[in-house]
């Protein structure tokens, strides 16, 4: 084949389109949302490029009409994890050995028919199997998607382009080498963008992977593999596989060939699988990578100097927007009792006006939360604020699962800095905010970061530049993503790279060269143009 040192294309964030009434995208996607509702799929899983169907079918249901069918899937087990691990194992001796510009054009590739042709598909199947409205699904299965697999492209041209110096007469040079064995990637349901990635970043660096995805996502991960076929992946370099999370794990790592883990999701399941691992320890052939972001707490706080109107606004986007499933949204927030009865006020204001419902009428801001059980968890969470002597339920409360699993946007009002929901992750619209006296900023920080044991988002509003100052680097370990008078959620692929730590995760910020350095194993390779001939230095001999 051919040589060259090939330039890259030009790599930029993809537009979000407006939907906006009279736009043709709004129309485009209606209609593709009503095409894909009267559509009852088959989904069956994909290993070595077959499609493997088992018989044992489950209900794929929108969350926020439950008694609709989007279709099946079909279940697997633990042999069709042993069946992927043995496919994986088998593309990889070619997968590896091709070409980078050509792994490269097929992420490339990807994308455009994301932002393309897929478009509106990717946005329905999306919107109605996680119940997202058309803004939260634009910029998450489109526009994050495709920017995950176009700047994973130049991230990897760049770690490529990392190499040493030479002294004369040697040439030092170093290989980049994909990991000695396949990637399990363990993916969520909230965000289709992160599913697509957590396998695909890998990948692209020369691995083979095994791809569970949420039992409540696997519509838009079928999809995924749809497209990552026609874009030209070979077979067996990504295996789909359904089944129990417990079930693959025991598979995958007890496997001699396990070399890395691509994890988003609990903070519990991560904590699980990485001890797991350390059991297992002695009978991997390497040492194996892990990579995960789990869970957060993330908060906002607001100094005495901030302006009400924007700290409300910040708090209404940062809570609720996509049901406060977002692993960055805001979730807790401490607000200095001079400003809070103004930012009450602005906030009751937008809820009164915040639509609840199903996804295809645009006017709803909020849509249903994904599933019976984290309806469950919330619903008894606002009981017991409702009951509990330690906080008051402000705003909203409602919630209904008759038709839906609907959780209303939620304020709960903390009277103690540590009532549980400042504490505990909720995943879902319930915000709790703490008022505090504005002669009590430094003790209140010190609180915010004692409560909890996450470090994922946080944003802080002020118009003090000196206090600005002060609160970024008193608020350093709490959050890998850090905001300054902005809410804590929206990170953008190639401008905030996205990780946290302490509880939150490895902190190895996906779609940056700081994530795909964990997916390749460099060798240093030195070559010398005449080699000595004799054994002896100078300062061996005689005066």
């Known amino acids: 084949m051919p040589k060259g040192v090939y330039r890259l294309p030009n790599i930029t964030n993809e537009p979000i389109k407006s939907y906006a009434p009279g736009s043709p995208e709004r129309k485009a996607l209606k209609e593709k949302l009503a095409e894909v509702k009267n559509t009852v799929v088959d989904l069956p899983m994909i290993i070595d490029g077959k499609e493997i169907r088992t018989g044992k079918l489950m209900d794929i249901r929108p969350p926020h009409e439950h008694k609709h069918l989007l279709g099946h899937y079909h279940q697997g087990d633990a042999s069709h994890i042993q069946m992927a691990i043995q496919a994986a194992m088998k593309a990889k001796p070619a997968w590896e050995k091709m070409n980078w510009e050509s792994r490269a054009a097929i992420f490339l590739k990807a994308a455009e028919l994301i932002a393309g042709p897929y478009r509106q598909l990717m946005n329905a199947v999306t919107m109605l199997g996680q119940s997202k409205n058309a803004f939260q699904a634009e910029i998450d299965c489109v526009c994050e998607l495709a920017d995950f697999y176009r700047f994973n492209v130049k991230n990897m041209y ?60 696997v519509y838009s991960a079928h999809l995924i593999m749809q497209i990552l076929k026609e874009a030209g992946l070979p077979d067996g370099v990504i295996n789909l596989v359904y089944c129990s999370g417990p079930v693959a794990s025991d598979v995958i790592l007890s496997n001699k060939d396990f070399a890395g883990i691509h994890f988003t999701g609990s903070t519990g399941v991560f904590n699980s699988v990485w001890t797991n691992i350390v059991k297992n320890i002695n009978q991997y052939r390497t040492y194996p990578r892990i990579v995960g972001e789990t869970g957060g707490k993330d908060y906002i706080f607001a100094d005495p100097t901030a302006p009400a109107k924007q700290v409300a606004t910040a708090m209404v986007r940062g809570a609720f927007e996509y049901q406060g499933q977002k692993c960055s949204a805001a979730s807790r927030a401490y607000i200095p009792s001079n ?109 915010l970061d004692h409560t909890s044991s996450y470090a994922l988002t946080g944003a802080i509003f002020s118009q003090d530049r000196a206090a600005i100052e002060r609160m970024t680097e008193r608020l350093t370990y709490t959050a890998g993503n850090f905001y300054i008078n902005d809410k804590p959620t929206g990170a953008v692929v190639d401008q905030q790279p996205f990780g946290g730590g302490r509880a939150s995760g490895t902190n190895d910020k996906a779609g940056s060269v700081l994530n795909l350095l964990r997916w390749v194993s460099p060798q240093a390779i030195k070559e010398t143009f005449v080699p000595a001939t004799d054994y002896m230095y100078p300062n061996f001999l005689e005066d």
């Open 158 to 217: 760049e770690i490529y382009h990392m190499q040493p110096n030479s002294s004369a007469g040697i040439w030092d040079r170093n290989v980049w080498r994909p990991l000695e064995g396949f990637v399990f990637a363990l993916t969520p349901f909230n965000f289709t963008s992160i599913a697509g990635n957590l396998p695909g970043a890998p990948v692209l660096m020369g691995n083979v992977c095994v791809w569970k995805p949420s039992k409540t996502a």
């Open 339 to 447: 400003i809070w009865p103004e930012v009450r006020k602005y906030i009751e204001a937008d809820l009164a006006q915040i639509k609840v419902g199903g996804v295809e009428d645009f006017t709803n801001f909020v849509n249903a939360v994904i599933d019976e059980d984290s309806f469950d968890k919330l619903a008894k969470a606002i009981d017991n604020a409702q009951a509990s002597p330690d906080a008051e339920v402000i705003l909203g409360g409602k919630y209904d699962k008759s038709e839906g699993y609907f959780i209303y946007p939620t304020v709960i009002l903390a009277k103690k800095p540590d009532y549980v929901t400042m504490q505990e992750e909720l995943f879902g619209p319930v915000l709790t905010v703490y008022v505090y006296e504005p002669d009590k900023v430094e003790e209140t920080l010190d609180i």
